[in-house]
C-alpha cells in the first residue's frame, strides 16, 4: 500500500505522477523492491540501524530471502530480459562507482565485478584515476549489458568525459558507442580556434582556461556551466577559514543548454579551482537547501521521479553522503519513501519555483 502523507503536500505528488519516466534499474535503499521480468523474483533493500544497506533476494510471495549484496551508500539494481541476472551499480563512494554481476541462479549467487578488456585503450590514464563511475544502463542480450562510465579528470587537463559502452559480460570484450567530453581546458590549434573537442587533441600550442561559473556565452562553443541555484558555506581547510559556495550548474552554450543531466560545482573564493563533485544524469528542477552541517539537492528525473542528493561538511570539506529517490510513479500509483515528509520543505520550494516559471529553483 502506497504511504500516507500530510493533505498540503498532494499538489506536490500531482505534478510528481504526470508522465511515466525512464531510469536504469531501481535505486536502493528505498521501499520499492525490484522485481524479475518474469516476476519469480523479487529484490529488497533492509538497513540496519548502524546505516548498513542489505538487499535480499527471494520468490516472490516469499519473505524468505538470500542476501546478495550490502552497501553503506546506494546502488542500482538492474535485471536482465531472462530473469536470470542481476547487475548492480554501486554508488560506493563520492569518486566512484562500480558494477557487479549476480547469476541468479547459482545454488548460491556471488557477485563479481564487471571487468573490461582493455580498458586503459578506451579511457585515459587521467580518467580512470580521477573521479570516474561506472553505471548500468540495459541488457542486450544474454551476456551483453550496455553501460555508461563518466566522471571527470582530477589532473590536467581538466575536463569531463562520458563514454557509452556495449560489454560481453563473460569475456569483458567492449564495443565503443559514443563518447562526449565536458572541456573545462580549451586547447586552441595553431589558427587560435579550438582544436576539437577532444581533450587529447595532439593539435596544441597553448592553454586558454574557460571560467566555470559566469554566465552563458556566444564565443565558446563547448560551453560554461551556468548556476541554477547554490549555497555559500565556509570550508575548513589547513590554510585556515575559507568562504565557498555549491552550486548545481547547467552546461550552457550559445546552441542551448545540455538536457541530459545536472553538475553539481564546488567553489572557492581563494586557492582552490572549481571542480565537479556530482554528476545528476537525467535531472531537472533542482533546489537546494543547507541545514546546520548538511547541504541537501532535490531533483526530479523524468516528469514523476524525485530524488535528493545529500552532502556532509562535518568534517569541514563537502563530502557526498547519499543519494535516494523519495517519491515516484509505480503503474500509476504514487509512491513515497519513509523520509518523503522530511523534505517537504524543498517540494514546496520547487512547486513554488514550479509555477512561477522558473521550474530551476533560484541563483542566489
Request: charged share 20%; with cysteine; glycine share 6%.
Amino acid at each position: 500500500m502506497p504511504r500516507t502523507f500530510p493533505y498540503p503536500l498532494l499538489p506536490l505528488l500531482f505534478l510528481l505522477i504526470s508522465t511515466c519516466c525512464f531510469a536504469a534499474g531501481v535505486n536502493m535503499p528505498s521501499e520499492r523492491q525490484s522485481v524479475s521480468l518474469d516476476s519469480r523474483w523479487v529484490v529488497r533493500c533492509v538497513t540496519t540501524d548502524n546505516g548498513l544497506h542489505t538487499l535480499t533476494m527471494s520468490r516472490s510471495g516469499s519473505r524468505e530471502g538470500k542476501e546478495i549484496w550490502n552497501t553503506d551508500r546506494h546502488c542500482d539494481v538492474l535485471w536482465s530480459n531472462d530473469s536470470r541476472r542481476l547487475a548492480i551499480t554501486d554508488w560506493a563512494g563520492s569518486n566512484c562507482a562500480e558494477i557487479y554481476l549476480i547469476d541468479v541462479t547459482a545454488p548460491a549467487p556471488k557477485a563479481r565485478q564487471l571487468e573490461i578488456a582493455d580498458i586503459g585503450k578506451l579511457l585515459h590514464k587521467e580518467e580512470l584515476e580521477g573521479h570516474c563511475y561506472f553505471e548500468a544502463l540495459a541488457w542486450e542480450g544474454e551476456h551483453r549489458l550496455r553501460i555508461k562510465i563518466f566522471g571527470h579528470a582530477d589532473e590536467k587537463p581538466l575536463h569531463g568525459f562520458t563514454y557509452y559502452l556495449s560489454v560481453d559480460t563473460r569475456s569483458g570484450e567492449a564495443t565503443l558507442l559514443k563518447k562526449e567530453y565536458i572541456v573545462e581546458d580549451i586547447e586552441p590549434s595553431s589558427t587560435g580556434t579550438p582544436a576539437c573537442a577532444n581533450p587529447h587533441s595532439p593539435q596544441t600550442t597553448a592553454q586558454t582556461k574557460a571560467p566555470v561559473l559566469p554566465g552563458p556565452t556566444t564565443k565558446n562553443p563547448f560551453g560554461e556551466m551556468t548556476p541554477i541555484c547554490q549555497v555559500s558555506f565556509v570550508a575548513k581547510t589547513q590554510a585556515g577559514d575559507v568562504p565557498s559556495r555549491v552550486a548545481v550548474c547547467n552546461l550552457v552554450s550559445e546552441l542551448g543548454h545540455d538536457t541530459s543531466a545536472l553538475y553539481v560545482v564546488l567553489a572557492s573564493e581563494r586557492d582552490y579551482p572549481p571542480r565537479i563533485v556530482r554528476i545528476l544524469e537525467m535531472a531537472h528542477s533542482p533546489v537546494i537547501g543547507k541545514t546546520g552541517e548538511k547541504i541537501t539537492i532535490l531533483f526530479t528525473s523524468g516528469a514523476n521521479t524525485t530524488s535528493v542528493a545529500e552532502f556532509s561538511m562535518a568534517k569541514g570539506i563537502l563530502e557526498f553522503v547519499s543519494q535516494e529517490t523519495i517519491a515516484w510513479n509505480d503503474g500509476g500509483t504514487c509512491r513515497t519513501s519513509p523520509s518523503f515528509s522530511r523534505y517537504a520543505h524543498l517540494l514546496e520550494k520547487q512547486k513554488t519555483k514550479s509555477e512561477a516559471g522558473t521550474g530551476q529553483g533560484d541563483a542566489r
